[in-house]
């Protein structure tokens, strides 16, 4: 199904096109929060690749036409050229939201909002081919380093066998969604981030912390726990094993290309 396109127009304001500007968008009860960039002009084309992952079950890709409304008053409205049509691929983070809630609110009794990881032109997912979903919330706070290391230690996801293939895989990805989670329900703010490597297709995923003494923190508790650094250009090498002062070395380190961080 991975050729099904669903349409949707949307007319924008001339100071709304000029700018950008973000948009819900509601499909079968879920909204989708969408980044509409910046100098869009009538007839441009907005993609959202692999959104119907989240609004219908299946993989497709929704796609949006923009209509700019004409400014009066003398000045002249933007329209595109006659059969010049424009493309814009959305590389955003798609919010992930239940009906009749705010933006930012999807669950009336605890104010939790949940998203999915848009990421490399498609929906992040686990070993098991499910979305990854973060579970925000909106009381958490950045932790000080100690607070920080006291629930890594009492947090049990380390412990989780790491499972590569089958049905009930279970693999970095799974390891950084469940310690995000853990944090975020204890009121500690946690970021999900993902690690490209150069020349390799296969990248990682562990957790960032912002403290509130000690500044960016990277956490990877896939099958370990560890203090990470990591550094565009330079290799991934290990981590100080939490409670122990220890530092892990990894057998094959790679080069870290790229670092995302989602919120």
Same mark, same amino acid.
């Given at each position: 199904?991975?050729?099904? @396109?669903?349409?949707?127009?949307?007319?924008?304001?001339?100071?709304?096109?000029?700018?950008?500007?973000?948009?819900?968008?509601?499909?079968?009860?879920?909204?989708?929060? *969408?980044?509409?960039?910046?100098?869009?002009?009538?007839?441009?084309?907005?993609?959202?690749?692999?959104?119907?992952?989240?609004?219908?079950?299946?993989?497709?890709?929704?796609?949006?036409?923009?209509?700019?409304?004409?400014?009066?008053?003398?000045?002249?409205?933007?329209?595109?050229?006659?059969?010049?049509?424009?493309?814009?691929?959305?590389?955003?983070?798609?919010?992930?939201?239940?009906?009749?809630?705010?933006?930012?609110?999807?669950?009336?009794?605890?104010?939790?909002?949940?998203?999915?990881?848009?990421?490399?032109?498609? *929906?992040?997912?686990?070993?098991?081919?499910?979305?990854?979903?973060?579970?925000?919330?909106?009381?958490?706070?950045?932790?000080?380093?100690?607070?920080?290391?006291?629930?890594?230690?009492?947090?049990?996801?380390?412990?989780?066998?790491?499972?590569?293939?089958?049905?009930?895989?279970?693999?970095?990805?799974?390891?950084?969604?469940?310690?995000?989670?853990?944090?975020?329900?204890?009121?500690?703010?946690?970021?999900?981030?993902?690690?490209?490597?150069?020349?390799?297709?296969?990248?990682?995923?562990?957790?960032?912390?912002?403290? @509130?003494?000690?500044?960016?923190?990277?956490?990877?508790?896939?099958?370990?726990?560890?203090?990470?650094?990591?550094?565009?250009?330079?290799?991934?090498?290990?981590?100080?094993?939490?409670?122990?002062?220890?530092?892990?070395?990894?057998?094959?380190?790679?080069?870290?290309?790229?670092?995302?961080?989602?919120?």
């Amino acid at each position: 199904m991975s050729n099904i @396109t669903v349409n949707y127009k949307l007319t924008l304001s001339s100071n709304e096109a000029m700018s950008g500007i973000k948009k819900v968008l509601t499909r079968k009860g879920k909204r989708l929060e *969408i980044t509409i960039p910046a100098a869009v002009k009538t007839g441009t084309l907005v993609r959202l690749s692999g959104a119907l992952q989240i609004t219908d079950g299946y993989y497709g890709d929704i796609l949006i036409q923009i209509k700019v409304k004409s400014r009066r008053r003398g000045v002249l409205a933007v329209t595109a050229m006659a059969g010049l049509l424009i493309i814009i691929i959305c590389s955003v983070v798609i919010g992930y939201f239940v009906p009749n809630s705010g933006s930012e609110n999807i669950n009336e009794g605890t104010g939790e909002s949940t998203r999915y990881i848009y990421h490399s032109g498609g *929906i992040e997912c686990g070993g098991d081919g499910k979305p990854i979903e973060l579970v925000n919330n909106p009381d958490a706070t950045n932790p000080t380093y100690a607070d920080l290391i006291a629930f890594i230690m009492y947090d049990t996801t380390d412990t989780n066998s790491y499972i590569e293939e089958g049905p009930g895989a279970y693999v970095c990805a799974d390891f950084a969604e469940d310690v995000h989670n853990n944090a975020e329900a204890v009121g500690i703010r946690a970021a999900w981030l993902a690690i490209e490597f150069e020349g390799d297709e296969e990248g990682h995923a562990l957790n960032a912390f912002e403290t @509130t003494d000690r500044g960016l923190v990277y956490i990877d508790c896939t099958k370990w726990e560890i203090i990470a650094y990591i550094e565009e250009g330079k290799e991934y090498d290990g981590g100080i094993i939490i409670g122990k002062q220890e530092w892990l070395e990894f057998e094959s380190p790679s080069i870290v290309k790229d670092i995302y961080i989602f919120w």
